[in-house]
């Protein structure tokens, strides 16, 4: 296989990794939400009177579909505060703190499927395996190439 060839191939093979995989979701998300502590709380319409303490922020904010780390939201922005709620233990609901001072319930729905397991470690892997598979067959290609002209 000559070079052309095998760059072709890479080519091919990181485009195909690209459809599989995407980079980000065109879609909406379907309801609004917040992640805390790898579980995913739905906002509610329910006002929140009497909160005990900060148990966290929001640190990564988008309104489209995909898979973040750490307490993301698609329904507020970086920076707006969780808080737990007096009596009610954080296993059922947090309140988040809105823009006005007022406190917003957000019931635990269940664990959020974030990248515990490394997603976009596996597909970097897969983009820097890919490339070098293609160096390797252009080394191999150009050693045994210019052994069996000498």
Known sequence: MNNKKIFGVGIVFILFLSILFPIKSLADWAYAFVVWDDYVYVVT???????????GHVTKYSDREGTYS??????????????????????????????????????????????????????TLAFIGAIFLVIISIVRTNYYGNRSEG
Not at 45 to 55: A, H, L, S, Y
Not at 99 to 117: F, P
Request: charge should be negative.
């Open 45 to 55: 319409d329910e006002q929140v009177d009497e909160v005990e303490k900060e148990i």
């Open 70 to 123: 750490g307490n993301f939201s698609n329904a507020y922005p970086k920076g707006t505060k969780y808080y737990s709620i007096q009596g009610i233990s954080t296993d059922e609901a947090i309140a988040t703190q809105e823009d006005d001072g007022t406190y917003i319930k957000a019931k635990r729905d269940g664990e959020y499927a974030s990248n515990k397991y490394g997603i976009n470690n596996v597909i």
